[in-house]
């Protein structure tokens, strides 16, 4: 665990109401015709992806135009708004990610939960352009234990969110990202 | 056209931990190019983890997954020689899979 913390704070229900300020250092090299471009792309990426997911993926849950609106929140208000409530922070959620990265392009994050019935973890960040990073559904018989790699823009705060029994839990830890990610 | 997805599942204690390996490029398209255009975004998108006919791992993810997407999970069963396969589909509707068995 030496180089990983994972903590709690006090008031980070409140750090959840905070906007996030900036847009990122990504969105800055953009101008704003290529913004355009790039949103448009993504909503046809979307649709395109809708389409795709009824035809070839077959999932039975009517899901897509939630995921689309989650992924698509630009602000964690949002992304908030659309998961249906205000997480609270419990400590058997845990998250794991390095204090301090070099490189904001790869940025290893754990999170596991000791609570049972766990159905959803979600990670977030609030300082990226889009805040949701990614959304995990965990069935029945998979451990609430998951890995992988992510991208920071900058420094600031990471949450992991995990649904179960039908309630969000969190759980917030801070890194600092000497250079940011978004490239 | 990507590289193949690589797999590692090992069943230890009634618990499989499998760790997957999807190469690409997973381009945000918020980023200029050389030439001072916008790239486009290209991203995995979806991924599903199957063992036979049971989904034990479903994700979606987003721009800021990091590129060549590496994801360890834990499920309980799985035997050696049972099948893990892992398919994924990104944002411009390429797919891939893979499959290996539980070590």
Redesign the interface.
Known sequence: MIGYRGREHPGEEREFDRRAGSIGM??I??DAG??R??RG??AA??A??AL??VG??G?ARAQTPY?TDL?SATTIDDALAVLGSIPVSDAAVDLALPGVVEDG???PVRVSSTLDDVEEIYVL?PS???P????????D???P????????AETGTVYAVVRAKGRLYSRVAETRVTVG??? | MADPIRIRAKSNNGLTEVMVLMPHPMETGLGLDASGRGRRAHYISDVEVNLGDRTVLRARLSIAVSKDPLISFRFKGGQPGDRIDVTWTDNLGDRGAGSASIG
């Open positions: 990504c969105s090299t953009a290529v913004d471009q790039r792309f993504v990426g979307g395109l992806l795709l997911s070839l993926i999932s995921l992924f392009a790869v940025v960040v990226n352009p889009y949701v990073a990614v959304r995990f559904e965990i069935p018989g998979t451990e234990f998951i890995s992988i790699r992510l991208k920071l990610g978004c490239v």
